[in-house]
């Protein structure tokens, strides 16, 4: 009987996934995709005018977030990465909202007294509507007013913020907003894509500063997309030479330029992507498109419910290659449309593994940020996409924690 006993205890012991000390097990939000009536934003007011889906009161986490933060403290996290929205702090050019402020406090303060370390991203992609009338950041006019921004939330809500994340995914913006034109402003111009690009950097770079200014000490990265980058053909020298480049530009291009800004390095990963070249197209990247032909890829199981091939293997590997950076790496988001809950869990546990793994080969990867808490607002797909750790009934706004929840139980930090 001691000895069964002794062998179960030993199974348990086998399946945790373990992490060092200080490790932040997190989710993330962004704030237009769950607060509801972000009235001042530029997705607003395209959604009235029918360009993209209506988000409304989205999860109405601008009233419940405390709530929302209860469930993440029960379900086992110790941080959250959400965002804080311009378009409230800031709604018409140089009129700061001091009730905007007042209620990020309480939103701080409140992540505080559930035990959630606190990592805040000051741009998720919306902008005000006053910005995006003078082009975003398509000029200098758009970097001026972040810096701006930056420094005034350091001046008033600095202190409680932990860990700061400027801009979320700028490369994914930009090609989203200005090369394919489905985000807006809808436009669909190659040059202004680089221009934005360059003025995203610049923009960090502008923003870390205005902080630092006021925090010396605070800790200030970015959450880049980060895809794991594959030659289609195995052996072929073009492929391989093709993936080289793309993972070069689409992962270290912006990183390279402002390694001395960047006090830690944010992962967002999604992305398992087959390249090759392509007589027709010139280069193709294989992951959504896997279904027009090129490549088959019937097993249903490797796939979320937005058709991204599940890779959590490239995570391990992209963040080994991160270790030539020197500088703490959290992963900032990472996640799966999953609307039955069938192929999370086991998604989250090997994501996680790997994770644990790109430890144990010495990246120093100091957190993991599940996407997303909660269900949310998927831009351009509306409500349809379930990414979240929890499902929302967006009738009643009811919360129900999933199943798959239960694996972050399997984590041993320390
Ligand atoms: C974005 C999130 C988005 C998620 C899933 C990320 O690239 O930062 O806002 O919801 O992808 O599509």
């Known amino acids: 009987m001691a000895l069964l006993v002794e062998i179960k205890t030993k199974e348990k012991v086998q399946t945790k996934i373990h992490f060092p000390t200080g490790f932040l ?11 509801g009536n972000n009235i001042n934003s530029d997705w607003w007011h395209e959604e009235q005018l029918g360009q993209v889906p209506k988000s409304g009161i989205a999860t109405d ?27 409230r702090i800031e709604p018409e050019e140089g009129r700061w909202d001091s009730a905007a402020i007042e209620h990020y406090k309480k939103v701080l303060k409140s992540m505080k007294d559930h ?3 606190r990592m805040v991203t000051l741009w998720h992609w919306t902008l005000p509507q006053w910005l995006a009338a003078k082009g975003g950041f398509e000029t200098n006019v758009g970097v001026e007013a972040f810096a701006r921004y930056s420094w005034f939330v350091a001046q008033n809500l600095g202190k409680d913020i932990d860990l700061w994340i400027t801009l979320n995914e700028p490369e994914i913006y930009a090609g989203l907003s200005h090369q394919k034109g489905s985000h807006p402003p809808f436009k669909k111009n190659l040059i202004q894509t680089w221009i934005v690009i360059r003025n995203l950097i610049a923009a960090h770079k502008s ?32 492929d391989k030479i093709l993936s080289y480049f793309a993972d070069s530009i ?60 599940l890779y959590p293997e490239g995570l391990h590997r992209l963040l080994k290659d991160l ?45 993991y940020c599940y996407w997303a808490l909660t269900d949310n607002y998927e831009w351009t797909e509306g409500y349809g996409p379930r990414f979240g750790l929890v499902e929302i009934d967006y009738a009643t706004q009811t919360r129900k924690i999933r199943k798959s929840a239960d694996v972050l139980k399997e984590v041993q930090i320390g």
């Open 25 to 35: 097990l997190g989710a993330a939000l962004s704030a237009h995709q769950v607060e």
């Open 250 to 309: 689409s992962n270290h291009y912006v990183l390279e330029k402002i390694q001395k800004q960047l006090d830690f390095i944010g992962v967002n990963y999604y992305f398992h992507n087959k390249v090759r070249l392509s007589w027709r197209r010139g280069y193709e990247e294989m992951n959504k498109n896997f279904n027009k032909g090129q490549m088959k890829l019937t097993d249903q199981n490797k796939r979320s419910d937005m058709g991204w091939v």
């Open 323 to 367: 270790k030539w950076y020197k500088k703490p790496i959290y992963v900032t988001e990472n996640g799966i449309a999953d609307a039955v809950d069938s192929r999370r869990p086991k998604f989250i546990r090997d994501s996680l593994q790997a994770v644990a793994n790109a430890i144990a080969d010495g990246a120093d990867v100091r957190g």
């Open 115 to 117: 035990g959630l370390t």
């Open 207 to 238: 923003a870390y500063k205005a902080i630092k200014r006021t925090i010396p000490k605070a800790k200030i990265g970015i959450a880049k997309n980060s895809s794991f980058y594959q030659p289609y053909r195995k052996n072929n020298i073009l």
């Open 61 to 87: 986490h601008y009233h419940r977030y405390d709530e929302d933060f209860g469930i993440a403290e029960q379900i086992g996290l110790n941080a959250m990465r959400i965002s804080i929205e311009w378009a």
